[in-house]
């Protein structure tokens, strides 16, 4: 296709794109082979990778637009103009500035098809983390948590690249790695007390207004307790539900805030209803030897509950565990060199609840790839089946959602274990 000789190069690329969509917008691909489909699907999300690179290449230098039109920026100006939401269009600026200026690799990666959005704002996001950290990372080391995380993309996706940035400093900069997130969860920690509300308002229709605002500890162990209520499997006998009078609106709501907090560290998890197979808890794991040391931490078993934030939520500080392991009937599980807090060999057909306990705070979901179904919803599965001598142990079990787990035991599906741990499933042949 020809251009006017004055026709931007890049107005260019866009115009031929639009084209060449427009030449098979009827074409049906009902048709298409398997590998047809599947070549056409990964080449499609590459391409979109790039135009959105580039999207974003004239987005960060968009400014006169901007000035042009009287609006307050060009991601202002490109919402209007395009239907799209201001949020988002606010957030795509963001990171087009950061690509310009701060983040060449992540960059590189979306012009070659290497790196989708959601991606590129997971990675963005894990490194503001990095520059925010109370004992600031240097740029070096920022620099090489952004090559991994961008390596890391052409094997994991956005959820899975969210986990790996909350531990980025653990691979790029072991040595001070420990400091830095202690220091980065004591104050998480600190903010978060003075932050505590709690409000009730009478709406007027028989209904109180609950609004709060509490740790991501606490938000934790409340979803964890309301979950083993709400879990599908359990079939309550209708009129359970408790009953009386909702608390009248207080003027205090920081007070309420911490006194939910201390209610529910009060709460016995014995007299909850049995969930993942054993009474309802939230379990603590720390190394051992970070229980011992003030700039250890803690993983919160549970924190998946909690929809927001992926940066927050699942690791506490050491002083923390240890106060909630002591006083808020917290199950501790202290993890030795080999990470595994139990095994318990041949003895038993079954998983027993310290086995499914130990399970979930390894797996924490489903364990096959991609699926993130609760463990707390899963079946404990023997990766070699106990019935031709696979032992009940933690070193032969694994998680599974019911979906999955039915698939490992169906004749037209066989199960591959991934370096990761996780499972792959292909059509038996």
Not at 108 to 115: C, N, V, W
Not at 292 to 314: Q, S
Not at 324 to 333: D, G, M, N, S, V
Request: proline share 6%; charged share 25%; hydrophobic share 40%.
């Amino acid at each position: 296709m020809t251009h006017p000789s004055t026709t931007h190069p890049i107005v260019a690329a866009a115009t031929d794109v639009r084209s060449v969509l427009k030449s098979v917008a009827d074409t049906n691909p009902t048709f298409m082979t398997t590998a047809a489909e599947a070549t056409a699907l990964t080449e499609l999300v590459a391409a979109e990778a790039q135009l959105t690179e580039l999207r974003l290449r004239i987005l960060a230098d968009a400014g006169d637009l901007a000035d042009a039109t009287a609006a307050r920026d060009a991601a202002g100006w490109l919402a209007q103009v395009t239907r799209t939401r201001y949020a988002d269009a606010r957030a795509d600026l963001a990171l087009a500035t950061a690509l310009e200026r701060e983040r060449p690799v992540l960059a590189s990666a979306m012009r070659d098809g290497a790196a989708t959005l959601a991606q590129a704002h997971v990675i963005h996001r894990a490194l503001q983390t990095l520059d925010a950290l109370p004992a600031r990372v240097d740029a070096e080391t920022v620099d090489r948590a952004e090559q991994h995380l961008v390596q890391q993309a052409t094997t994991f996706g956005p959820k899975e690249l969210g986990r790996i940035g909350r531990r980025i400093l653990d691979v790029v900069a072991p040595d001070i790695a420990d400091a830095a997130e202690a220091a980065r969860l004591a104050a998480l920690e600190a903010h978060a007390a003075d932050q505590t509300r709690l409000t009730l308002r009478r709406v007027g229709d028989g209904t109180t207004r609950i609004t709060g605002r509490v740790p991501d500890t606490v938000g934790t162990r409340l979803a964890t307790y309301l979950e083993a209520f709400t879990n599908p499997r359990l079939h309550q006998a209708a009129g359970d539900e408790p009953s009386g009078d909702p608390l009248t609106r207080t003027a205090y709501p920081k007070r309420l805030g911490h006194a939910l907090c201390q209610l529910l560290e009060a709460i016995d998890p014995t007299r909850l209803p049995v969930h993942g197979g054993d009474a309802t808890t939230v379990v603590v794991t720390i190394p051992f030897a970070g229980l011992r040391n003030d700039l250890g931490t803690a993983d919160l078993t549970g924190a998946g509950l909690v929809p927001g934030d992926m940066f927050t939520g699942d690791r506490i500080t050491a002083a923390e565990a240890r106060r909630l392991a002591c006083t808020a009937r917290i199950l501790p599980a202290v993890l030795g060199g080999d990470s595994l807090p139990l095994d318990l060999g041949r003895t038993r057909r079954l998983f027993t609840p310290a086995q499914r306990k130990a399970l979930l705070v390894r797996d924490r979901t489903c364990r096959a790839e991609g699926c993130d179904i609760p463990g707390t919803w899963c079946g404990a599965h023997h990766l070699h089946p106990w019935h031709t001598g696979g032992p009940t142990d933690l070193t032969n079990g694994v998680l599974l959602c019911s979906h999955h787990h039915h698939r490992a035991h169906h004749t037209a599906h066989r199960p591959d274990r991934l370096p990761n741990g996780d499972l792959r499933f292909h059509p038996r042949r």
